[in-house]
T-cell receptor, first 113, second 113 residues
Framework: GDSVTQMEGPVTLSEEAFLTINCTYT??????LFWYVQYPGEGLQLLLK?????DKGSNKGFEATYRKETTSFHLEKGSVQVSDSAVYFC????????????FGQGTTLQVKP | EAQVTQNPRYLITVTGKKLTVTCSQN?????MSWYRQDPGLGLRQIYY???????DKGDVPEGYKVSRKEKRNFPLILESPSPNQTSLYFC????????????FGSGTRLTVV
C-alpha cells in the first residue's frame, strides 16, 4: 500500500545550522505531498506542499522539492532557529475522494541556542 | 479566524461511559476527518466525511462512530470507551479533499481508565 518513510529523530542542531529531514514515499499513482509541523501542545499545521513532480513547496524559509525519480520530498532550511523546534511530519494524499492523509512517523527537531 | 475547534481539550473518563468529542469548522469545508495519534504508531485515520450525510471508515474505525448532519460539525462518538482508546485525537477539514492541505484542530487528549 501507499506509505511514507521519514528519517528517525530526534535531530538536534545548533541555531543557524542547516537542516535536512529526509522523506521518501511509496505510491501506486501520483500523490500530492506535504510537510506538516506540530509545535508542543498544538495541532498540526500545514508547512508546505507540492502537487506534481518537480514542484517546489516553500514557506517560512523551509523548502522541499517533489522528486518523482527518487520518490522523495526532503525538507530543508538554510538556517534554523530555536523557534523551529517541533515535530515534522511528511505526508501524502492520493488523488481520490477519500482525502486520506498518509503520514510518516514524524521527526523531532530540537534547536539549541 | 478560520479554524477547526475541538472540545474538550482534555478528558479523563471511565471504561464504558459514552462520550462525544465535538469538532466544528467555520471555513465551509466539505471534507472532514478524524485521526488518532499514538507513540510509535503515528497518525491514523479513524473516519472521514466527504459531505453532509456522507461518511466512511478510515484505517482504525473500531469502537468509534461519527455523524455529519451539518457541514460544519463532525462529532466523534465513543459508545463504550476502552483503555486502548486512550490517545490524542485530531479533527481536520479541507475544502478540496485534502490536496490543498488540511486544517487541524488543537487536539483532544483522552484517557480511559
Amino acid at each position: 500500500g501507499d506509505s511514507v518513510t521519514q528519517m528517525e529523530g530526534p535531530v538536534t542542531l545548533s541555531e543557524e545550522a542547516f537542516l535536512t529531514i529526509n522523506c521518501t514515499y511509496t505510491a501506486t499513482g501520483y500523490p500530492s505531498l506535504f510537510w506538516y509541523v506540530q509545535y508542543p501542545g498544538e495541532g498540526l499545521q500545514l508547512l508546505l506542499k507540492a502537487t506534481k513532480a518537480d514542484d517546489k513547496g516553500s514557506n517560512k524559509g523551509f523548502e522541499a522539492t517533489y522528486r518523482k525519480e527518487t520518490t522523495s520530498f526532503h525538507l530543508e532550511k538554510g538556517s534554523v532557529q530555536v523557534s523551529d523546534s517541533a515535530v515534522y511530519f511528511c505526508a501524502l494524499i492520493m488523488t481520490s475522494n477519500t482525502g486520506k492523509l498518509i503520514f510518516g512517523q514524524g521527526t523531532t527537531l530540537q534547536v539549541k541556542p | 479566524e478560520a479554524q477547526v475547534t475541538q472540545n474538550p481539550r482534555y478528558l479523563i473518563t471511565v471504561t464504558g461511559k459514552k462520550l462525544t468529542v465535538t469538532c466544528s469548522q467555520n471555513m465551509n469545508h466539505e471534507y472532514m476527518s478524524w485521526y488518532r495519534q499514538d507513540p510509535g504508531l503515528g497518525l491514523r485515520q479513524i473516519y472521514y466525511s466527504m459531505n453532509v450525510e456522507v461518511t466512511d471508515k478510515g484505517d482504525v474505525p473500531e469502537g468509534y462512530k461519527v455523524s455529519r448532519k451539518e457541514k460544519r460539525n463532525f462529532p466523534l462518538i465513543l459508545e463504550s470507551p476502552s483503555p486502548n482508546q486512550t490517545s490524542l485525537y485530531f479533527c481536520a477539514s479541507s475544502l478540496t479533499g485534502g490536496t490543498g492541505g488540511y486544517t487541524f484542530g488543537s487536539g483532544t487528549r483522552l484517557t480511559v481508565v
